[in-house]
């Protein structure tokens, strides 16, 4: 009906602007470009003191804030060192208390019962705990007194000296003739 009587549509728009005065008083500030205050003067509204294009093509408005450069490298530096140290106050905890549970450990550190899991399963890949049926324990230290030494340490026997010196003589020959007096 409102498309066919212009009447109809004028007394609508009347109605609509006097239930929502604020929406049209709204509008009017969003899309002029001056801003009325009271009868003395205008005030130029933000639109207006921006002229600049925004990149999205949209009308001018405030000047976007540039967002802060992340530096992804000390980010992820920062989160090892902390859960390395975390790594370091589960093994004291385990140390303290080594027949305590997870839920214990985790209560102990203020962690959850999932991150007292990740840091088990990172110490057990890393050979410092291992799982000893159904309790996590530490692992035993292995230092220098309990590994063996390396092959190329051990001494020498005489079985792989030449026989046979340089020049020819049997090595008893050599033996022999060092100790006898001359």
């Known amino acids: 009906m409102l498309k066919t009587d212009a009447c109809a549509a004028l007394a609508a728009i009347m109605v609509v602007s006097n239930a929502h005065s604020e929406l049209l008083a709204w ?3 969003a899309l ?14 933000d639109a ?9 093509g949209c009308r001018p408005g405030k000047p976007r804030r540039e967002a802060a450069k992340l530096d992804v490298a000390a980010y992820q530096a920062r989160r090892i060192a902390q859960r390395d140290a975390d790594d370091e106050r589960l093994i004291e905890a385990m140390r ?9 450990w985790g209560g102990a ?3 959850s019962r999932t991150a007292i899991v ?3 399963h990172r110490l057990r890949d890393a050979g410092r705990i291992e799982r000893d049926g159904g309790n996590w324990a530490l692992a035993p230290v292995q230092g220098a007194a309990t590994a063996a030494a390396p092959r190329w340490i051990e001494p020498l026997s005489g079985a792989r000296v030449a ?4 020049d020819g003589r049997v090595r008893g020959e050599l033996t022999m003739m060092a100790s006898s007096p001359a």
């Open 27 to 29: 509008a009017q500030r």
């Open 109 to 111: 550190l203020g962690k």
């Open 118 to 120: 990740q840091g088990l």
């Open 32 to 45: 002029s470009p001056l801003n009325v205050i009271g009868r003395e003067g205008a005030v130029p509204s």
């Open 96 to 104: 303290l208390a080594p027949g305590a549970s997870i839920r214990e």
């Open 163 to 166: 026989r046979h010196a340089a």
């Open 48 to 56: 207006a003191q921006n002229s600049e294009p925004k990149p999205n």
